[in-house]
Structure formats: C-alpha cells, structure tokens
C-alpha cells in the first residue's frame, strides 16, 4: 500500500476528502493489479510444472519404447526341427507375441503421440494465459499512470489559473489607484488659479496622499503575486508527492510555471518603471508649479517654501522583483531530472 500524502487545505483549493478518495482508489487498483499479476505468475509456474511433467512421461515412453525394440532378438529360433505339434504350439506362440509386440509398440506411439499433443496444448494454453495476463496488467499499469497524469496536469492548470487570477486582481488594484491618482491630480490643476494662496499645501497634502496609496497598491500586488506564487508551490509539491512515476511531466509543467513566473516579473519590472517614470512627471509639474509660484513674488513666499521641503518616498524596491523566478522545490526537481 502506498502511503497518502496530507494536502495542505488553502483558499479555492480541492476538497480534501475528493483528493484523499481518488487518491485511495488510485492505490487500490495498483495493489489489485499488482495481485492479479502474482497469481498469474504463479498459475504460469503451475502450468510450466505440468508441461515439464508430461514432456517427462513422454519421453519415459519414448525410453521404454527403444528398450523394448533393443531387446527384441534378432536371431530367432526355428522350430522347424522339433516335432509337427511342438514346432505348430511354438510357431503360434511366436505370431502371438509378435502380435502382442505390434500392439504393445503401436500403443506406445499412440500415448506418446497423445502425450506430445496434450503437453503441446497445455504449453500453448500456459502461454496464451500468461500473455493474456501481462497483457492485463499492463493495460491496468498505463490506465493508473494516465490517471496520475490526468490528475496533475489538473492540479498545475488549477494553479497557473489562480496565479493568473491573482496577477490580474493586482493590476486592477494599481490601475484603479493610478486612476484616482490622475484624477486628483487633474482636480488639483483646475483649482490652482482659483486658490492660489493655499496652492502648495493642498498640493502637498495630495501628493503625499496619492503616493501612499501608490505604495499600497504596489505593496497588496506584491502580496497578491507572492499568495499565487505560494499557491503554484503548494500545488507543485502535492503533484511530486502523489505521482512519482510522472516526474518527468512534472518537470515539464515547473519549468512552464518557471517561465510564466520570469515573465510576470518582467511586466512588473515594465509597470514599476512606468510608475517610477509618472512619478518623474508629477516631480517635474511639481518644479514647474514652484517656478510660477515663484514669479507671483512675495505673496506666496510661506506656500513655496513648504512647497521646497516636499520629498516623495523612493519606490519600494520590492516592487521590482514581486515573483520569484521559481520556487525551492521545483529547483530541486529540476536539478533531480537533470542530473538523472
């Protein structure tokens, strides 16, 4: 009996009683299978047995048939010189056990004949059960691995689609908080000619506040794609442990995810450098805001320089890097299949 793994239970994952069912029906029709396949083997031994039996009785027969055709003289006496009665008794008594001779000797090739027949069938029959029994139970062996193949191309697909799922819900996070950020900004130019006394510390208050919701929407897509990534893992690690025999499939499926993985993090390293390059642009309204408060003269000296000692944060520089190109344990299935 192999034994069942425990599945670790996460959000949107399988039911764990289906996963444990299925994986006990998996196990059950292997050792059925490896059963049947011993009983065979032994059916085929009885069988070899019983050839091997009657291929000896027959060439016992065989045996005994040159004994008695060795024994048989060749030099047979003439009773032609004893008396008439004597030499008729002795002459009948001859052709009877000539007779008795041919019946013997024809009798013998009829059983070793039969007996050659019989072992024949019995080997050929041997032979069609053994195959039809190999035959079984690699018919069963391919069935259960199809299965497993089946079941973890199930659970990798389940996978790379939550890890598309929570990639997308984090672009729509940063896309709804970019957009609100452009809007405030929009609002913010509209309304500098008509409050242009407390222009800069409206604005710093807006800046400071779009940037930390910047920041927290780079740090919850972090922690989305982190979550997916942790899920692909789990979902890899269960695979491994249920389908052995399937690893070089596996394989396959990590350096798939591997690849989606190094992909997701380039986009992100493409998303991290458009926002580090918007924020490049707001800095650069923010000299251009400061210049013109600067040409009104004295009027808004105290809004300037507040407006001076403004600083935006740095981007985090985990944003750069928000998946991993792949996890420990698939590297190590990697480095398992290429070293075998």
Known sequence: MIQIPGFKTVLRGYDPTEVDRAIGD????????????????????KLQATVAQLEEQLSGYRTRLAAVEQNQPSDQPSFNDLGARIGRMLALAEDEADELKTRAKAEAERLSAEAEEAANQTKSAADRYARDVVSKADTEAARIVEAAKRQADEIVDYADREAVARREEAEAVYEHQRARAAAAAAEFERSLAERRDKAAEEFAAQMAANEQAINRAQERQVALEMEGDRALA???????????????????????ARLAALKIRRESERELQAATGRRDAINAQLAN???MLATLGGTVASPLAELDEIEFAPIPSSAASPVE????EAADVVDESSQS
């Open 26 to 45: 998996l196990a059950k029709a292997r050792d059925q299978a490896r059963s049947e396949a011993a009983d065979s083997a032994i059916e085929s031994t």
């Open 234 to 256: 789990e979902a890899k690690l269960a695979a491994e442990s249920t389908i052995k025999a399937a690893r070089e499939e596996a394989i396959q499926h990590v350096e798939a």
């Open 289 to 291: 805001v400061r210049q």
């Open 325 to 328: 190109t792949v996890t420990p």
